[in-house]
């Protein structure tokens, strides 16, 4: 098949590592137009792909203003400029592939899956846990009926302290009018992976959570504005300086993500200078940040399963990824990392499964950033631009729709204090998720023996 050929808004982390992927798969893809506002990365991406120059644009809107140049385009702007720019492709008959999340607000998310039907383009929104080995791993134990079927589901997110004083405190997504909620921004493709796990709809959710320390009251005695200008008495011990997060990391020649984003060229100088001066380099304490640190989301499903979901700044970054315990009626599953361990009540027995030594079959987890995911989404994305079936992915439109309705429904349970019921999908005819129930039902009651699974 061709080269699926991409438009890339937006040439910041994300969009840089989908580039990087087509770059590294000529074969699958080609990008072909880009559009971002700061000369260094719209011009780094448009050098690598070798870009004519009436197809380096500074704004979406100039790409938009063309005809239909490409077969799909990537939107990897920031959360709040997502709407706008996925409605006008889809008018120009774009297939989308969509940063999460969808967008900001409900409304905004129900437009962009109506526009994409109606304009019946693929729509694939960034939700790489999915495409990730664990996940998928996880979802074929599930449907093997290893554990029966599912009563509960345990599941923390952590987001480890220095990664939420670099992104959600001193970064592009601390403040919900510029960005969005941190349930939305963070925890949107967690709430995606239990509801994949669950296979059910969510009926009714609950949820607590706030911004418990990262505020002015808890500034040390003596500190300064700026990491870089406080006394060495009191940056020292603190465990969220800037000085010795982001120096340290030039020091020991660690100068990808997150480093890169305070300068395009990381040295020690230009760190410094980035410190001195921007954003990062500010007191935690003394931001405009307004997202919460910790929050948890309770959960119930159409079929009686329950789920808690929490999200916590305060892990180390050895607890990066999911750690998920699933409670079946005929076992219990437990995810840390890429082992699971499955118990089984019949036996009373544990078997373990690496998770590098099989994948589901339903998607091509590569290798790389996000435990594969990332990788796996581009290539499943490609596979059906080219074929033209939103199949080929694993999630489409309505599905995307159901799990960022959880999120919104959790958000408003915090911030209302009371339960919040999540009526059915309107439109007739059952859900994806609903049609889902029926299948793990029907695979819960097949027995161990029918799994070609290998336990180690």
Not at 1 to 10: R, S, T
Not at 60 to 67: D, S, T
Not at 400 to 408: D, Y
């Amino acid at each position: 098949m061709e080269p699926v050929k991409m438009l890339v808004l937006g040439a910041g982390g994300r969009g840089g590592v989908y580039a990087d992927f087509v770059a590294n798969n000529p074969d699958k893809a080609a990008v072909v137009g880009v559009a971002e506002p700061r000369d260094f990365y719209r011009n780094r991406i448009a050098a690598a792909h070798r870009i004519p120059e009436d197809r380096v644009f500074r704004s979406w809107e100039q790409a938009a203003a063309l005809p239909r140049f490409a077969d799909a385009v990537l939107i990897c702007t920031q959360d709040s400029m997502h709407t706008a720019p996925a409605l006008a492709f889809a008018r120009r008959k774009y297939h989308i592939l969509l940063e999460k999340p969808m967008a900001p607000t409900e409304p905004e998310c129900r437009r962009i899956v109506e526009a994409v039907k109606r304009n019946k383009v693929i729509l694939a929104v960034s939700h790489v846990m999915r495409y990730t080995r664990p996940v998928q791993n996880v979802k074929r134990l599930l449907r093997s009926g290893v554990i029966g079927e599912i009563a509960s589901l345990q599941d923390l997110e952590g987001v480890t302290y220095w990664h939420q004083a670099h992104s959600y405190v001193r970064g592009h997504w601390r403040n919900e009018k510029e960005s969005s909620f941190m349930l939305l921004a963070k925890s949107c493709h967690y709430l995606d992976a239990i509801s994949y796990y669950m296979g059910s709809p969510c009926a009714k959710v609950s949820s607590f959570g706030n911004l418990k320390h990262f505020r002015g009251e808890n500034k040390p005695r003596g500190a300064a504005m700026r990491c870089m200008d406080c006394p060495r008495s009191v940056e020292s011990k603190c465990p969220y300086s800037a000085r010795r997060f982001y120096l340290n990391r030039v020091k020991l020649q660690k100068i990808g993500w997150p480093v890169n984003v305070l300068s395009p060229d990381p040295t020690e100088k230009s760190i410094s200078e980035a410190l001195r001066k921007g954003p990062y380099g500010r007191c935690v304490y003394a931001c405009d940040n307004d997202v919460v640190d910790h929050q948890v989301v309770n959960m119930e499903f159409a079929n009686g399963a329950t789920a808690v979901h929490t999200m916590t700044a305060f892990t180390p970054e050895a607890d990066m990824g999911p750690k998920l315990r699933i409670f079946g009626t005929r076992g219990m599953l437990c995810l840390k990392g890429s082992q699971i361990q499955v118990f089984d009540f019949l036996t009373d027995t544990s078997k373990i499964y690496d998770a590098s030594k099989f994948v589901s079959d339903a998607a091509k987890c590569d290798e790389g950033a996000h435990g594969g995911g990332d990788g796996g989404l581009m290539t499943q994305f490609i596979e059906a631009v080219q074929t033209g079936d939103q199949g080929k992915l694993l999630t489409g439109p309505d599905e995307t729709l159901e799990s960022h309705r959880i999120v919104f429904a959790a958000e408003r349970s915090r911030r209302t204090g009371s339960i919040v019921k999540i009526p059915a999908l309107s439109g007739g005819g059952l859900t994806n998720a609903q049609k889902r129930v029926l299948l793990c039902r029907f695979n819960a009651r097949k027995t161990e023996n029918e799994t070609k699974l290998s336990a180690i």
